[in-house]
Each structure stands twice: as structure tokens, then as C-alpha cells.
């Protein structure tokens, strides 16, 4: 329970994990995505912008200069002077502010709702290409004309449009600028925060593992130190198990041959006795041996045929000996095994 609780909680901590550093993920790139829009949204609103103003200086330079035109014309048919190198650069100038006013009439054309402005934009051009044409015709008083009647108006309306789309252009670019500030700030102040955080997160949990890792290592160093002391007093004690049972097995069989044992029944039955139980306490100090050797995985096995019926019966005289009462019933056979391990286990 204790181990399922533990993968649990580091389950429940790594989706945790996951989830906030998806979340923060999510979070930049939509940042991200909201900069990128902004700047591209200031982008075009600045060329719209750019595209208004070279409108209007353009139409001014028009109406100015064709207003120019026909006045030094109008100057020169009252009193005779000359004035056809002023005039031909008027005409010259209006004519270069058309062509400006034309692309940037055709840029605004990507955006419908200023097609009205376009509108009037082609109309106050057709009415000074009108004015310039009667300029050439020396038809200086029906430009005139023209120009206070149809060309002077025109403009007026055309400026006065221009200036509320320049004007909402310009908020526009200034709340889109504020906004990709305010979205840059805070891009700024979590790039700030989040890479720090995931420093010292990864930080705590490296130091995490590590302390771990160590941890693990001291535990595995004590039980390699605990295996080992085992090990070495399991030695020892079946050593110093061995040496007096040998001496005692030794000396019970020189009695059981002594001719006076052999005569003395109840002397006899002893000396058998001290026998067995003396290859009873080595089979103990045998399955000591046993025990440490398979905790390390050091077991050697030796097979060869052996009577499960012979080896049952001789591991059940021990304990009928002493006062258990045992029935067997084993069937005659022969199996291939090793007899010290097969003992060990019945």
C-alpha cells in the first residue's frame, strides 16, 4: 500500500507538472501569436496611415498648384505678361502629385471601407486633369472657374474624409501599439519568472534525486554490509559447529566398536543415539550453510539417483525420536536429485 501511495503521489506530481508547463506553454505561445498579430496589425494601419497623409499632401499640391496656374494665367491674359515658365512648372507639379495620388489612392483599395474615399479621390483627379487640359487651351477663365466651383469643393470634401481616416488611424495604431507594450510586459515579466522558476525547479529536483540516489546507495551499502556480516557469523559458527561435532562423532563411533559398549545393550542404544543426533546437528549446520549460500545464489547441486522412500524415512527418524508421532506412506522410486538439497526439503 505504502508503495502504491508513493507511485501515486509521484503520478500525481508529474501530471501536475505536465499540466502547468502545458499551460505556461500555451500561454507564451498565445503571446506570442497576440504579438504577432499586433505588429502586423500596426503594420498595416501605419501604411494606411503613410497612405492618407501622401493623399492629402498630394491632393494640397494639386489644388494648390493648379490654383496657381490659372491665377498667373488669368494675370497674364489682363496684362499681357508672361508667365508660361511659372505656369508649365505648376502644371508640371500638379501633375506628379497626381501620379502620387493615384498609388496611394490604389493602395487604399485593399481596404473596403475606404472606397468611398477612392471615390471621391478619382473625382477630384478626372476634375483637375480637366483643369490642366484647359490650361494647355489657354481657356484660362472656364479653368478658373472650374477650379472655385467643382475642384475647390471636391477637395474640401476629400480632405475633410482623409482627416477622420488619418485621425482613427492614428488611434488605431496608438491602442494597437499600447497593447502590444502591455502584451510585451507581460511576456517579459513571465519569461523572467517561468525561467527562473524552472531553474530552481529542476534545481530542487535534481538535488531531489540526488539525495535519493545517495540515500539508495547508503541502503544498498548497509545490506551489502549486513549480507556480508551474515554470511561471515554463518561461516563461523558452522565452523566452530563442526569442529566439536566432528570430535563427537568421531568419539561416538570409536564407542559403538568398543566390545564392552556392544555387550552392554542400554550403553549401545546410547552410543547410536549421541550418532544420530551428531548427523542430526550437521545437517543443521548444513542447512545454516544453505541458507547464507542461497541468500547470495552461491548453491552447487550435485545430482544423482536417489530413493525418495530411504530419504523420507531417515529425515523422520530424527523427530520420532523425539516423541512425534509420524506415519509415512511413500511409494518405491527413484529420482534424479541432489540428496542434501532433497533432505533440506522434506
Known amino acids: 500500500m505504502r508503495f502504491w501511495r508513493q507511485g501515486a503521489n509521484k503520478w500525481d506530481r508529474a501530471l501536475a507538472i505536465t499540466l502547468v508547463a502545458g499551460l505556461a506553454m500555451l500561454l507564451l505561445v498565445g503571446l506570442v501569436f497576440a504579438i504577432a498579430y499586433g505588429s502586423q496589425r500596426i503594420t498595416s494601419d501605419a501604411t494606411s496611415l503613410h497612405d492618407a497623409n501622401e493623399i492629402l499632401r498630394s491632393s494640397t499640391v494639386v489644388r494648390a498648384q493648379l490654383a496657381l496656374g490659372v491665377h498667373a494665367g488669368e494675370v497674364d491674359r489682363q496684362f499681357g505678361t508672361d508667365s508660361s515658365e511659372a505656369l508649365q512648372l505648376s502644371i508640371s507639379e500638379a501633375e506628379l502629385a497626381i501620379d502620387d ?130 554470511e561471515e557469523f554463518i561461516a563461523n559458527a558452522s565452523h566452530e559447529l563442526r569442529t566439536p ?36 546437528l550437521n545437517r543443521m549446520v548444513d ?12 548453491l552447487s547441486y550435485s545430482f544423482q539417483d536417489v530413493s525418495p522412500e530411504i530419504e523420507v524415512s531417515e529425515v523422520s527418524e530424527s523427530l520420532k525420536r523425539s516423541g512425534s508421532f509420524i506415519e509415512l506412506s511413500c511409494e518405491p522410486a527413484v529420482i534424479r536429485a541432489d540428496s542434501v538439497r532433497f533432505r533440506q526439503i522434506i
Open 287 to 298: 542447512d545454516l550453510l544453505t541458507t547464507a549460500r542461497l541468500d547470495a545464489g552461491a
Open 101 to 230: 495620388m493615384e498609388v496611394g489612392l490604389l493602395a487604399l483599395m485593399v481596404d473596403a471601407e475606404l472606397e468611398d474615399i477612392e471615390a471621391m479621390g478619382v473625382v477630384f483627379i478626372n476634375t483637375a486633369e480637366e483643369v490642366i487640359a484647359l490650361i494647355g487651351d489657354q481657356e484660362f477663365q472656364q479653368a478658373s472657374l472650374l477650379v472655385e466651383e467643382e475642384l475647390g469643393p471636391q477637395f474640401n470634401e476629400l480632405v475633410d474624409a482623409l482627416v477622420v481616416v488619418r485621425d482613427d488611424l492614428r488611434a488605431s495604431v496608438r491602442s494597437s501599439d499600447l497593447l502590444l507594450s502591455q502584451i510585451g510586459n507581460i511576456a517579459r515579466f513571465l519569461v523572467a519568472f517561468l525561467l527562473p522558476a524552472a531553474v530552481i525547479f529542476i534545481y530542487r529536483d535534481l538535488l531531489g534525486r540526488q539525495a535519493k540516489q545517495t540515500e539508495l546507495e547508503s541502503r544498498l551499502e548497509a545490506a551489502r554490509q549486513i549480507a556480508e556480516a551474515r
Open 245 to 280: 561435532l566432528t570430535s563427537i562423532t568421531g568419539l561416538a563411533m570409536l564407542l559403538e566398536e568398543t566390545p564392552a559398549i556392544k555387550e552392554d545393550e542400554g550403553s549401545a542404544e546410547l552410543v547410536d543415539l549421541m550418532i544420530s543426533e551428531s548427523f542430526d
